[in-house]
């Protein structure tokens, strides 16, 4: 009886917040409401500074806006000399630099790094027993909700967890950067094995393993992988470690650091917006999106065959009909996602490694004749361009990486970027971040229960 009451009151006040219709669209036209904090051409509006890092997607020509290739800067350092720095030469693993980069402005020297590498080392360690009574206590189906459960729970064990001293927070970042590889993946491991009834696999990080080594390792039975898996979940975790301060979960984080909480909450916080599949749950979308392109398509290689397809996505006849090709576009870039185009450089040779290259010539036809469709049936002349989630979901399954995984590996690269906005908002000691909502309501007078009708 009483559940009966429950859903006809809720589906009772859930018609009423339908029938309202929301606020009429012409208002936000009307107070020059700049929704989603962009203006009417889509480009944000400018609400802070950064030295992390700097997106560069248009230049200015004779006072216009002209959109160009892609650049992406981490503390002022191209992202692609980043990578290749990396590889070549000694062919190291490069996350963990970039994060240093990341937190602290620079490039470190030899020293700097030992130093840094050593630390991390030392702060990898779980609190006793928070395996066993944090993460496989009651394992989420869904693994981000099983890393925000950690990350708050963590705060229970740090002895100083509200002091938001810099010197604090940089040893609190330093400390999640260490542990969100275990977070994600033992949180993975114990969902397996509780509602998937799997083996349970609990390696722990070996100490002269890299972040990206050491994710395969606790993450596979065997803790086999080969050096280029590592290396393109290296890179992987580079190409996501940051992307300047107006994304939502990093804004999400500047946003609640400026009310000065602690630091897990703050990065509770940005691990809820990037769980939503409008940010950091899109590369699984792609994966979906190309199994039923598959499925449907009978010749991969024939791009009428595939046009059509893709005509159909957009028109909302085929996948999930919501008239998206996931993967293609971004809020920022036009013609190019300069982080797909790293990315796409070591995919045909993992694909080759993985004898998956039908599937990477497909991804490569839409990719190819994606822009034509989506410009003539959006009208859209700007430019489209592949983005970065177009070959990450490809590059993990080929990784063999659970699709549970995905998002949360995107949160134990960009973690990173997180604590360092964290650090630099702390640091600038800003106002509390308080935009205005205008009320469109009309004032009403309180009238007693007898005469309400």
């Not at 009451?5 to 018609?15: G, H, M, Q, T, V």
């Not at 909480?261 to 994966?287: E, F, I, Q």
Request: proline share 4%; net charge negative; hydrophobic share 40%.
């Amino acid at each position: 009886m009483a559940e009966k009451n429950a859903e006809r009151l809720i589906k009772k006040y859930s018609d009423h917040v339908l029938g309202k219709g929301g606020i009429n669209s012409e208002l936000y036209t009307k107070y020059e409401v700049k929704r989603g904090l962009r203006d009417v051409s889509g480009k944000g509006v400018l609400v802070g500074l950064t030295e992390i890092s700097e997106i560069v997607s248009y230049i200015i020509e004779d006072g216009d806006y002209v959109p160009c290739e892609g650049k992406l800067f981490y503390s002022g350092i191209n992202i692609e000399e980043i990578v290749q720095g990396y590889l070549d030469g000694e062919r190291r693993f490069g996350f963990e630099e970039a994060s240093f980069l990341l937190l602290f402005g620079h490039l470190p020297n030899a020293a700097e790094f030992a130093e840094f590498t050593g630390v991390m080392k030392q702060s990898e360690s779980l609190p006793e027993n928070f395996l066993r009574d944090t993460i496989m206590v009651a394992p989420s189906k869904d693994i981000m909700n099983s890393l925000s459960q950690s990350v708050l729970t963590l705060y229970a064990h740090d002895d100083n967890p509200d002091d938001i001293s810099i010197a604090n927070v940089i040893r609190q970042s330093i400390n999640l950067i260490a542990q969100f590889p275990q977070l994600a993946i033992y949180g993975y491991q114990s969902y397996a094995h509780t509602h998937r009834n799997q083996s349970l696999v609990i390696h722990p990080p070996a100490p002269d393993l890299s972040i990206a080594e050491n994710l395969l390792h606790m993450l596979r039975a065997d803790s086999k992988y080969t050096k280029l898996e590592a290396e393109i979940l290296d890179i992987a975790l580079m190409l996501h470690a940051e992307h300047g301060g107006g994304n939502n979960s990093t804004f999400t984080t500047h946003v609640v650091t400026s009310s000065h909480t602690d630091t897990y909450s703050a990065v509770a916080a940005a691990l809820g917006s990037l769980k939503g599949p409008r940010h950091g749950g899109a590369n699984g979308k792609v994966v979906q999106m190309f199994r039923d392109i598959q499925e449907n398509v009978g010749d991969w290689k024939d791009d009428d065959a595939i046009t059509a397809y893709l005509e159909k996505l957009l028109g909302k006849e085929a996948f999930d009909r919501a008239g998206l090709i996931y993967g293609m576009g971004h809020a920022v870039y036009s013609l190019s996602d300069p982080r797909a185009l790293i990315f796409k450089r070591f995919v045909e040779q993992l694909a080759s490694e993985k004898g998956r290259n039908d599937e990477y010539l497909l991804y490569s036809k839409v990719e190819e004749l994606a822009p034509a469709v989506i410009g003539r049936m959006r009208r859209i002349y700007k430019g489209v361009s592949a983005n970065i989630d177009f070959y990450s979901g490809f590059v993990y399954s080929m990784l063999d990486l659970p699709q549970e995984l995905f998002t949360p590996l995107f949160a134990v690269a960009r973690i990173s970027g997180w604590c360092a906005h964290r650090i630099e908002e702390l640091a600038t000691a800003g106002k509390i971040i308080r935009p205005a909502y205008k009320s469109v309501a009309k004032q009403k007078y309180y009238m007693p229960m007898g005469e309400r009708g």
